[in-house]
Structures are given as C-alpha cells and as structure tokens.
C-alpha cells in the first residue's frame, strides 16, 4: 500500500526498487572537497594495486584449504540466492564440484585475474521486517542474499586480511569480534569507578542512522588501503567487488537495479570494513585529547567531594594542575576542595588534569553502529560531539538523533540530583546549513539489548529481561499443558529459545537487588506450569524432576559476584548496601579458586556430592552439562 491506495504488481515491485535506491542513498549534506579528494585518492590506490609489487606475500592463489575452511564456517541458509544454487550443493562435500568451485575462485582470486564477474555480482532482495505497519516498504531492511560464488570469494578475500584489519582497529572497538558483555562490562567498569570515586560520568549513547547503506565505497577502499595497508591484487579484487551489485527484485514481479554504493547488508564486506572506517573516528577523537582515563588517582586533598564537572576547563590551569599531580607531594600543590566548589571551572580543570594523567585511556566504547561517547566533564564530551559531527559530515554517516536513539546521560553527582537543575543538554552540531540538535537527558536507557541505568541500577533491566522471558515460556507453557508436545520436546524448547532470551545481560543482571530470590522464584514457577503442578506442590520436586534442581540460578551470579581483592562487584558498587558478603551462593569458593581445581567437571562432580543423601529424588537428577549456559 502506498497511502490508502493498494498498489497494483508492478506499482509494488516498483515500491520496493525505490525503496532499495533510498536505502543506499545519502541523506544529509556531505564534504564535497572531502568526496572529490577521495574519489582522487581511490583512483591512486586502484592504480598502485594493479601496477606496483605488492608490500608483502598476501596475493598468493587461493589455496583448496582456504576454500574448505571458509565452507566449513558457513552455517545453513534458507535464502535462494539468484544462481538458484543452494548452499546444500555447496555443503554436499562432492569431489567433482569441490573441485570445480576450488578452480573457479582460484581463476577470480588474488593469485588470478583479481575480478568480480558478473553473475557472482547478482543478489537477490530479502525484506527483513524492522518496525511499523507490514504494508509499508519503510518499515522493512533491505539485506541481500548474494549468489553463493560471490558471497565465497568476498569471505576467502577477507579471511585473508582478517588478522591485520583487527590488529589495526583499536581496542575500544568490540564489534563483529566480541559479543555484547564485553561492551557491557567495559561501561559498566567505568561507571562504577565514576560513582565509586562521586564523580560526574557525561555520555552520549548513540546509534548510527543506516551505517552500512551511507558507506561510500571508494571511501571505504581508501580507508583499509591506508589503514592496515590491504595492496596489491587483493586491494584490486576489493575494488572490482565493490564497483557495483545487481540486486534482483522478486517481490510482486522481477525487475533488477544497480547498486553502486553502501555496504550490502548481507555478505563479510561489512562486518571486515566497516570496523576500520570508524577506527579513523576514534583515532581521530585520540588525536585531539577525547574520552576518558581509566584508572584515575584522586590525591587526599580532594577525596570526599562530589564531583559535578560543569565548567569549562582552562588548558594552562590544566597544565598546572597536571605537573602538580605527577610531583612527589601533590596535596601540598593542589587548590583545596573549597575552591573547587567556588570556581566551577577550577574543578572542570582538576577533573581533566586527573583525567588526563590516568594510565589508560578510552576515546569511545563502539559495538558496530552502536557507539558511547565518554567525557569527564560537560565541555570534554561537547569536544568529542563536534568531532563526531565534523568526522559524519566528512564520511556521509548521520545520527539518530531522538529519545529512543541517541541521548544524553551523566552519573549520580550535583549536575543529575533532582535538588540541581541540569545544564544545557550538549548539542550535536549542524554543518552545511543543518540545524543544531540537541540531545536529551535522560537516567536510563536501552543499548544493546539492556536497559541502562546511569546510576547502575539493574533491577529495571532485570525485569524487563524476565518480562521477555516470560511472554516466550507462556507460549511454551501452553503445549505442554496441552499435551501437546512431549515433555522431553518442551524441555529442548525451553532450553534452545526460552532460557537464552533470559541470558543476555545475566553478566550483569545477577548483581541487581534481590536477583537471586528473583531468579529463583521464576524458575521455580515455571517448572511447576511444564508440569502442571498445584500450587501446594513442593517446587523443589518439580525442579528436581526436570533436572534443574542443580541449576536454578547459580551460576548466572556466580560470573558477577566473583571475589577480587576481598571485594565483589557488587560492593564496588553498591558499598553501603551490599546485600551479600565476600562469599558467593551457598558458600562457594571464588571463581579463580573453582577454575584452578579442575573446571567444570569438579564443579558438577561437588554439586553432586552437596545434594547426595539430600532426597531419593535428587540422586536421580540427569545432570547433561546445562549448567554450564548459565555462565
């Protein structure tokens, strides 16, 4: 539909084409001098690539075992690329047809004629439905199925290359090579070390609009050519790839359009590319003094005091303040904690001298689009906003900027007490006659799949996570008091699509207030609705029968509530109102000390010993090793 109007077969296949052109189309004003100086630079590096030695031994033919192993990683696909091949043909491991692709790919590859032909350049359309009515066209992301030859000579290209573009990257970056803890705990560290130490933390979490669609292609050539140096026929044979794609339209009819720009979203392009296009951001925000230390040291003369980090620091107070923080008596050279509290840009400078004598630093916390801008005081996260918005004009990137997408936090401190108004929310700056937006702040949102406290507060996030879980076992609960299904079907389900949908975030949800009584009464429940239990029934027998009475919720705090330095997580954050002591449940050692006496299989063999002699029932609990994907 277009309006209230039903469009015709032809309207509607049109509709998508359209769609699919506004997709890889760039939205805002860009740097033109920028674009020109690049399409000149692309046209270098093409002609370096195909005339000059290669730097080193990378342009080797593409060897059978690199084809095996990169058909070996391929999971299964429903998706019917245009070459109407199957990867069943491609899994089917025949001798004659391994042989032909090996041929073919090594004739295309490197070590060959370094080119894309035509039908390996051929994708077929794949609406992946977002959000909004099914009816529209907009509320649906257009992926690309590739054919089954192009989509392998893009992975055997960049498998190659892989190794350096990731060593070249810097580390701040988890995307498309760790999973989401790893950017959750990263913030989670930094935040707790703020509130642990009463100082302001300002953040920006953002979330790019169509990050692989608004890549420019010769950009992104320039990028990885003088980034991790990809050169030589390899460089040539990523540039013929990305010189256009024919995307086959099946939907309401067939027609084909050319795409000439943006990374498919479907194929390894993306997730090998895109990470080095936004490591020129964050070398870019290093560069210029941006993000935040790790580690900080505040010197006696000031511990106590509540940081706000509202002014503006001056660079020669600063400078000042930073010589006088690294001499061998600092307290004595230091203003005290009352001129702070008069001057605000006096502790706007102090909070940049600690910040920027910290051993570590950290310009930006990225997962894929999905980046968190840091800042010790209000003026030092506005410093990285007008990087960013000067490095987007340039790379033709655009930001969401709305409640939902990109906002504005800062930690407990005067500047987010309700007894304190805030200060003009930062502004991302327009370019090129755009309007200034400003951000909003707000105490909690959602990024990366959790609901983010700027207080630290995981209880929110803990419900909604067993909110989800929840509407998933209530459809599982209701086959099996159906009988439905059997039991030992719905025990798979639960395991396979129930339980993960409560995992994520359990590295940090497990420190919440009251987490364990929580988890354990969820679980509790459930087991009693699978077997359709009354409410008077023991639990501890219906978790026994379906063999989680060893699980319950133990080992989904243990990763958070290990022991460091006599201190647990949640002491470091929460230290006046620690629910728990050093110990973990039931009294279990540390982890470090678990993980030294054997692993996994002493721990199950000790649980086993705990509930021996405990209930007839309990001695035969099957025990299949689940335990471990509560960790």
């Avoid at 000059?52 to 990683?73: C, G, H, I």
């Avoid at 050169?231 to 050319?258: F, M, P």
Wanted: aromatic share 8%; glycine share 6%; proline share 6%.
């Amino acid at each position: 539909m277009k309006g209230c109007s039903i469009l015709t077969e032809l309207e509607s296949n049109r509709e998508w084409a359209s769609a699919l052109s506004a997709q890889c189309t760039w939205e805002a004003p860009y740097d033109t001098d920028f674009h020109a100086a690049t399409l000149t630079r692309f046209s270098q590096v093409c002609s370096a690539a195909g005339n000059t030695l290669p730097q080193d031994r990378m342009d080797y033919a593409v060897t059978e075992r690199e084809v095996v192993d990169v058909k070996n990683s391929w999971s299964s696909s429903k998706g019917m690329p245009p070459d109407l091949l199957p990867r069943a043909i491609f899994q089917a491991n025949s001798p004659g047809w391994n042989l032909t692709v090996w041929s073919l790919q090594r004739w295309a590859g490197p070590g060959g004629a370094a080119h894309r032909p035509s039908l390996w350049r051929k994708a077929a359309l794949c609406p992946v439905h977002k959000s909004g009515p099914a009816n529209l066209a907009a509320s649906f992301r257009l992926i690309f199925v590739k054919v089954q030859m192009g989509l392998l000579q893009e992975a055997l290209l960049t498998q190659r290359w892989l190794t350096r573009t990731r060593a070249h990257i810097q580390p701040c970056q988890s995307g498309y090579v760790r999973g989401v803890e790893d950017a959750h705990l990263l913030l989670h560290e930094v935040s707790a070390e703020a509130i642990y130490q009463q100082r302001a933390l300002w953040t920006v979490m953002g979330d790019f609009r169509k990050a692989f669609p608004s890549v420019c292609r010769e950009d992104l050539v320039c990028t990885l050519a003088d980034g991790p140096h990809v050169n030589g026929q390899c460089l040539k044979l990523l540039a013929d790839i990305l010189r256009h794609d024919t995307v086959v339209i099946w939907h309401s009819g067939y027609s084909e359009a050319t795409v000439s720009q943006g990374i498919p979203e479907g194929g390894t392009l993306g997730p090998f590319g895109y990470p080095v296009l936004l490591d020129t951001l964050v070398r870019e925000l290093l560069a210029h003094n941006c993000g935040l230390g790790v580690g900080w040291v505040i010197p006696d003369v000031w511990k106590g005091r509540l940081w706000s980090g509202l002014g503006q620091p001056d660079p020669a107070l600063v400078a000042l303040l930073m010589s006088a923080l690294r001499s061998a008596s600092p307290n004595a050279l230091l203003p005290s904690a009352k001129l702070l509290d008069e001057n605000p840009n006096l502790e706007a400078s102090a909070l940049q001298a600690l910040n920027d004598v910290a051993p570590l630093r950290i310009a930006a916390i990225l997962h894929a689009d999905d980046p968190v801008l840091l800042g010790c005081c209000r003026w030092s996260l506005q410093k990285s906003l007008d990087i960013l918005a000067n490095w987007a004009f340039k790379h033709k990137a655009s930001f969401h900027v709305t409640e939902k997408k990109t906002v504005a936090m800062v930690t407990p401190s005067p500047a987010g007490s309700s007894s304190c108004s805030l200060p003009p929310a930062p502004i991302l700056k327009g370019i090129a006659g755009q309007e200034d937006r400003a951000l909003v702040f707000k105490t909690g949102h959602k990024w990366l799949g959790l609901y983010w406290s700027a207080s630290l507060d995981l209880s929110v996030a803990l419900r909604t996570r067993l909110a989800i879980a929840q509407k998933a076992f209530a459809l599982l609960a209701g086959l099996a008091q159906r009988d439905a299904l059997p039991l030992h079907l719905v025990s798979s389900i639960f395991w396979s699509k129930v339980f993960p949908s409560l995992c994520v975030g359990s590295w940090l949800l497990g420190i919440a207030p009251d987490a364990q009584n929580i988890l354990d009464s969820t679980l509790k429940s459930w087991a009693k609705q699978l077997l359709g239990a009354s409410e008077w029934q023991n639990a501890a027998t219906a978790l026994s029968e379906l063999g989680w009475a060893l699980l319950k919720a133990y080992d989904i705090l243990d990763f958070p509530s290990w022991m460091s330095h006599e201190k647990t997580l949640d002491r470091l954050v929460n230290p006046p109102r620690c629910p728990r002591q050093d110990a973990v449940w039931l009294g279990e050692p540390a982890l470090e000390s678990r993980i030294a006496e054997g692993g996994a299989e002493k721990r199950i063999r000790k649980h086993e010993q705990r509930v021996q002699g405990a209930s007839s029932i309990q001695q035969q609990i099957t025990f299949d090793g689940r335990a471990e994907s509560w960790g």
